[in-house]
């Protein structure tokens, strides 16, 4: 089993394994910018069907892959769990660039961390892909907070909340969600869902995406944006095989572990324009 030591290599971390606001932080800084958001499993045929400390540190840390939100979640809050941070795993609808006007399926995992001694939890999200929380929130309503990159806030919704960015001067929802803990079979569930229903966006599409301290990469079947400062610039690769090479060479994705790269290839060749 990968232990925290491992971890810590694989994010770049050297900080102190202390459970304080200045950890939290730090680790999340760190994550964020080492282990990025893909569906590559889900997108050539595989399934995440298995939660597990065991099979997520496998994946992310020791085959140096990245994952979606169940797995970037997954693996951060078993890591604060062990370093005596409190967690709970949270369950979210996504509504982000959804214009169907329909309730979405809660198929996405946040985490509400406490810190000891501490007056509140912290909304902590290292696995939403191209809006990915940059930095730990207060989990506290009608506050507008700062991140590394955008300012964030949450908002009362009913029985829940939402959750909230400010993306070019507008507030755009992202997820509604609730504060109540999610077990394990539910989130597994939720999992197998959007990694082999055959309309799920992680299996008829490519996204990947990773932060740096000034800019969002996102990768969209051929199309790069890397938001900057307010402005973006666009890279739309000409073939299959020039995606490939910027998994490796600009996100750092291991490759090997998928197999064949000229089955990878096809794969990602059919979904170039998605």
Known sequence: MTDL???FLRIGYTGPATPT???LHALVAAHTGAIPFE???PLTGVPVADLGRAALFDKLVARRRGGYCYEQNGVMGYALAELGFGVQRLGARVVWMDASGELPAMTHEALSVTVPDDDGPWLVDVGFGGQTLSSPIRLEVDTVQPTRHEAYRILSDGDGYVLQAQIRGDWQTLYMFTTQPRPRIDREVGSWYVSTHP???FVVGLSVALLTDDARWNLRGRNLAIHSG???ERIRFATAADVLDTLTDRFGIDLTDLGDRVDVEA????????
């Open 5 to 7: 030591s491992d971890y």
């Open 21 to 23: 606001h200045e950890t």
């Open 39 to 41: 569906n590559l499993d």
């Open 199 to 201: 309309r799920s966006t």
């Open 230 to 232: 307010g402005d973006t």
């Open 267 to 274: 794969r990602v060749n059919a979904v170039l324009d998605s």
